[in-house]
């Protein structure tokens, strides 16, 4: 779909070093029994007020998160969200380990329908890649892809350091 300028990834790398213990400040993603995103860690910068199994998949409602006071995080979103036409509503930035993956899953609810997915590769490696239905992509630092959450979909990250993408989803 488009790129993000080198010097805006850079940034956006720099910042998320600095905040790299908020990986453990809010788990519900991958702490949620069932869940499909068990090998990853998630900074909230927009989702709903109060997260839960019923506000993730429902609720229409989103609020700017503390992380999104962050300059770089902001102009990310932003700039995703207009290369997209539209405005943004949750984003995320979110890491999978090495040598693990996603599992198959289809995004659900009236959230999913309601909303357009984009993914902005920050940090990756050759054994990383993104598949949705029968087609594997493996992003490359900068750009960005648009998702179709609503088609089976799996991350893979079998190399040797983590995967990190900030998700932007935007209003349809």
């Not at 995080?73 to 930035?93: E, N, S, T």
Request: glycine fraction near 6%; hydrophobic fraction near 40%.
């Amino acid at each position: 779909m488009g790129e993000a300028a080198p010097a805006v990834l850079e940034v956006l790398r720099e910042a998320l070093a600095r905040h790299e213990r908020d990986f453990d400040t809010e788990t519900w993603r991958q702490d949620t029994p069932g869940t499909a995103h068990s090998h990853t860690q998630t900074l909230y910068l927009r989702m709903p007020p109060t997260i839960t199994r019923e506000t993730v998949f429902e609720s229409l409602e989103v609020s700017d998160r503390r992380l999104m006071d962050v300059p770089a995080f902001c102009r990310a979103v932003g700039l995703v969200a207009k290369l997209a036409h539209g405005k943004p509503a949750r984003a995320m930035i979110v890491r999978l380990h090495p040598e693990r993956a996603v599992a198959q899953h289809i995004d659900q609810g009236g959230y999913a329908r309601a909303t357009h997915r984009y993914h902005l590769t920050i940090n990756t490696n050759p054994g990383a890649r993104l598949v949705v239905g029968d087609t594997a992509v493996a992003p490359l630092p900068g750009q960005i892809y648009f998702f179709d959450k609503s088609q089976p979909h799996t991350a893979e990250n079998w190399g040797r350091t983590p995967r990190d993408h900030l998700i932007v989803d935007v209003w349809k």
